[in-house]
């Protein structure tokens, strides 16, 4: 899994079929109301993200390895673009992670969405996603591109808190002010957040065919 960044160590967000329902739930009612730190990390799987919009502040992005232990318990590391926020809202998400070959019932779909119409935006404050691919219509203000990682200039945090893994100092990286991003896709491999708040929360298992937000 991707190192921990920062805030509670929150149980790994795993799709398993060994939780019980009523556990799974009572984390997601927890969330929705703002009451835990998140870490949504699949063991050995990437997962699927949109969102109408994303806005953030304080962003930056740089070079990384986000690792982990596949689901026959092998080890690997996955070349990713880490992005922060300090703060950050995200308008109708949709969060999807596929299982396959689950006993019993072949493949089995997570679907979490949040922050749809007649609801508040998700709400998010140290934000990190480990990127595998990313599709958008971005807008930044103030950016600086080609800013080293180790750089001590940069904000507090930029760097991930407790990381194991080294940045180079020397390595690409961009920051800005302010990102927008409009209809955003992304695969992913670690969500973190100091906080993150879920609002009109909604999440379904779904077996068969996979089911996934894009």
């Known amino acids: 899994m991707s190192q921990v960044r920062g805030g509670t160590r929150w149980k790994r967000f795993a799709v398993v079929m060994v939780p019980s329902v009523a556990a799974t739930a009572a984390i997601g009612v927890a969330l929705a109301q703002g009451a835990l730190a998140a870490s949504f990390s699949v063991s050995g799987q990437s997962f699927k993200v949109t969102a109408d919009a994303l806005d953030g502040e304080d962003f ?27 703060h950050a809202t995200i308008t109708n998400m949709c969060q999807s992670v596929v299982t396959p070959d689950v006993p019993f019932f072949g493949n089995v779909s997570l679907e979490l969405r949040a922050g749809g119409p007649g609801h508040d935006k998700v709400d998010a404050t140290d934000l990190y996603l480990d990127v595998e691919s990313l599709e958008a219509d971005a807008t930044f203000k103030d950016i600086d591109i080609g800013v080293a990682a180790g750089d001590p200039s940069n ?23 302010e990102a927008h991003l409009k209809k955003v896709k992304q695969t992913a491999w670690a969500t973190t957040a100091g906080t993150f708040k879920l609002s009109g929360l909604n999440m379904k298992l779904h077996t068969g065919a996979p089911k996934e937000c894009y």
């Open 60 to 86: 930056f992005q740089y070079g990384s390895l986000a690792t982990g232990t596949d689901l026959k318990g092998k080890k690997e590391a996955h070349a990713v673009a880490v992005s922060s926020f300090s």
């Open 155 to 177: 904000r507090p945090g930029s760097v991930q808190p407790g990381s194991k893994v080294p940045v180079n100092p020397n390595g690409f990286a961009q920051r800005a002010k």
